[in-house]
């Protein structure tokens, strides 16, 4: 399965649209034959027992079970059990689109394959069931203002499905710890920060928290804190007259032609030419 991390990576560069949603309940006995998926589909399922057969594989239907289903896809279903077999389900279209260096990046579904696809198991059933029900009912609701909730909250359950898989890799105490270091992180990137400081605040050896902190974030800690420096200095960049040199020191850099070397190893293009482009003070530098 793709890491938790590269799933958001590729979800954050789609832009989706919802086209059907639904909770169907199918009875004891029912079964459907062999038939070829034309949509992208979101399945989870909530109550009962069945068989889902996947290009020839068998997998068990049943509550916390989440199928990805992708065009192309062969697919047959029985109910196994005495009781109805019940899930929800989100039929959507997407084409990627992203921003890379200034240029505006888009490709169509048929260019860019789904980044998860086929059977998992979500650990905490109770929440991805409640978005499921209320994107659900949001379904049913007309208008501009609701399409956005549809959108958005589709969005919130994606990424908190990535979040269940990425509890299921790191699981107990060191979440929190991981997380404890992110956060103080976010609030110091500006100090004088090792791996030995991140380390003793998560309480771990500094070769274990660094594999930790790569499974968590995609990152090694020093990477990460690298990114919230980099962004911070554009966000500076974009929103202040600030010199150069004072933006090194805001975002934690002493040595201003330091900085400016891991700016363009990061942006692509120098803080100069970032701020020309960015910010509407550019002429008055």
Request: charged share 20%.
């Amino acid at each position: 399965m793709l890491k938790p991390v590269g799933m958001i990576a590729q979800l954050n560069q789609l832009v989706f649209s919802i086209d059907l949603v639904g909770n169907p309940v199918y009875e004891s006995g029912w079964y459907k034959p062999q038939r070829k998926q034309k949509f992208y589909t979101l399945w989870l399922f909530s109550k009962g027992k069945g068989e889902i057969i996947i290009d020839g594989k068998s997998y068990i239907a049943e509550p916390g079970k989440l199928f990805v289903i992708v065009p192309g896809m062969i697919i047959e279903r029985r109910v196994i059990s005495d009781q109805p077999l019940e899930h929800y389900f989100v039929r959507f279209s997407y084409v990627q689109m992203y921003k890379e260096k200034g240029n505006w990046i888009s490709r169509s579904s048929d260019e860019v394959p789904f980044p998860i696809q086929g059977s998992y198991t979500i650990q905490n059933v109770p929440h991805i069931l409640q978005m499921f029900e209320q994107l659900y009912h949001l379904w049913k609701r007309k208008g501009h203002m609701a399409s956005m909730r549809k959108t958005i909250l589709f969005l919130d359950l994606w990424l908190d499905i990535a979040r269940d898989f990425r509890a299921q890799k790191v699981a107990g105490n060191t979440t929190a710890a991981i997380d404890m270091t992110i956060d103080y992180m976010v609030n110091h990137f500006s100090g004088c920060l090792s791996l030995e400081d991140l380390s003793s605040i998560a309480g771990i050896s500094k070769s274990h928290y660094s594999r930790l902190f790569k499974k968590y974030t995609g990152y090694s800690p020093i990477e990460y804190l690298t990114q919230l420096r980099i962004g911070r200095a554009k966000e500076l960049f974009s929103l202040s007259d600030y010199k150069l040199k004072e933006i090194a020191n805001a975002v934690g850099y002493k040595d201003e032609f330091y900085f400016s070397r891991i700016f363009k190893k990061h942006v692509g293009i120098s803080p100069s030419e970032f701020s020309n482009t960015n910010t509407p003070f550019a002429e008055n530098k």
